[in-house]
RNA sequence: GCUGCUGUAGCUCAGAGGUAGAGCACUCCCUUGGUAAGGGAGAGGUCGAGAGUUCAAUUCUCUCCAGCAGCACCA
């Protein structure tokens, strides 16, 4: 039998027999490894203990102390105990696929009655009984037919399908937990007691489709999330009831932002405070513009089919637009129009307005364009995903050479306004060439190359999305993540040689011929509705003063108070702040909670002392601490921070 | 759009085949109180919409609308 050698995490070598597996190998090193042990790694890759190790390898033995694989195997063997739970209790229940999640597992299910939350108490109890049995777990390696008849015999048609989907060479692997079969790639652990029954939670059922397919039936996906121990899983839901409250929508509510309702689904009804945050944040993002270059245009709501048509969106978007009919009832003339879903068409139509030349380029147009669009119900979110947006939205009219270096200024651009707003935590990602495509291989080369170079050039990495970029060019997106760890593209820049060509776009070159320029969407909010929800999860409704809808309330301790707290509001006011007076007939305490809980970052209180004194106690936002101050003092330290960040000294 | 769940007062929620309840918020009165809810009284609901079953429906059934979770979608 020939010898393999296996090198040992601390650098020792030993020799073993060809095919050993690292079960045996941890049994030969101590019979306590052996009962921890939960996998291997074997030359960097997740091994199982019953794998045979066929030659010379880097290996480490893995037990539950080792967090990643850890939680990987007990996520993956929780899915499959799961699915034995399911079936024993519903043997019709028909299996198909459970992966791993970032929390958790889930498993997809074809079952004709629906879970109910009372099933899934039902199945978590009998999952802490497969897991009590300490049931072996046991793998082989089949050969295709051998499974696909196994599966065909079962009635598993799904499995069926998996087999088919497995590449030729790959092993077919079959696993056991106990007497319970499933397809899988493994690795396992070593026996279900090796799972900690106390530190799972099935989560919950919804609808999934078969291989993510409109067309194919849809399962029952029943969820879980799992950690390696008690504590962890606790501080996990603790977690989630923390995102709870950060809730842009809870949030909305709490401090009177705005509402939606069901006559306008996925449209904002902006109260008071809500719309001072939006203004506010317009306000910011023209000046910023203006200081970049742009040249700000507005452009019209409701445009003929016939824009449409020639852009292309008439074709491929129209299930999303809101298609407004004119009807000679009422208008003698009949026409047909689309609310504009985008802007960019009516873009190239200023852009189209006069010869422009080489000299014009780059050219900046931005719009804070109103957009709508008819996006899917179940796709609706609270104000991140809605039918009526604003885009702070430009196009640059530029040409091939310019796409690098304007694409670099515009990162850097991002880079600060994320920064301004208090967002640290941002991922590019870049979206390459799709197999749907058109123009020229060598010019994707250039123009994705052109992309990746100016993340670079601008100091910052990016993730690669292969596949995934429109079908005239690729593109980049900005991401940010909402309470709960959902990511939400926000800013966005694409290359478009496209619509220049199909709306006859032009500009005179330096030789004196007509060019096509490029188009360069991009946008650094998105749309004010979804960043203003990101917003506010991320700083908690406690947004930076400047943004604060509600920045200071002044708050009468006596009623005698009542002319001061005019005053202080008067000369707050005069100093560029939104202040409020609070004289009504409630004790401090009251009063300090209410608007505390209204997330207003200052409370200004005055009673005898501070009338006599001309001063007022601060309290701050979160902290239990109030300082006195005297009132012309206050009244500029908040000045100054009410001013937008730009436009600081 | 799909699967499942939900819809009762402004908010959070309880309730039951015989046309409804709590807390907070709101209004008024008492209280002028020093940093996260002082006390009392009052007002407030076509129980999401429509149809059906029933002597009787907010409660049961169906359809629709909206919301929530996930999937799909996201130029």
Redesign the pocket.
Known sequence: MAQISLTFPDGNKREYEQGVTPAAVAESISKSLSKKAISAMVDGQHWDLQWPIEQDAQIAINTLQDEAPALELIRHDLAHVMARAVQEIWPDTKVTIGPVTEHGW?YDFDRAE????EDLGQIEAKMKDIINAREPVTTEIWERDRARAFYEENGEPYKVELVDRIPEGAPIRMYWHGGWQDLCRGPHLQHTGQLPADSFKL???????WF???NRP?L??V?GVAFRNRKDLQGYLNFLEEAAKR?H??LG??MDLF?????A??QIFWHPNGWTIYTSLQDYMRRQQHRDGYVEVNTPQVVDRKLWEA???W???QE?MFIVEVDEEHAREKSINALK??N?PCHVQIFNSGLKSYRDLPLRMAEFGSCN?Y????????IM?VRGFTQDDAHIFCTDDQIEAETKKFIEFLAGIYADLGFHNWTIKLSTRPEKRIGSEESWDRVEAALGDACKAAGYGFELQEGEG??YGP?LEFTLTDA?G?EW?CG?L?VDPNLPDRLDASYIGQDGEKHRPVML?RAVLGSFERFIGILIEEHAGKLPFWLAPRQVVV???????DDYVHEVVAELKAAGVRAEAD????????????H??GKVPV?????????EERT????R??E?Q?K?AALAEITQELGVEATPPDLRG
């Open positions: 889930f629906p879970f109910t939350p989560m919950g059922v919804s609808g999934a489709y993510g397919d409109v849809m029952q996906r969820q809730d929508r809870k509510r709490e509402h939606l309702q069901p006559e689904p996925g852009s292309g969106h074709d491929n978007y999303n879903p985008m960019c669009r996006e899917p119900s179940g796709a609706l979110h609270g995903r429109a079908f593109k709960i959902r593209q966005t694409q969407h708050a009468s301790i006596t009623s005698e108070a004289i009504r007939n409630e004790k401090i305490n009251y009063k300090v909670r209410e505390s809980v409370i200004l209180a005055v009673g005898h002392r501070e009338v007022v106690t601060v309290r936002l979160g239990k109030t006195v």
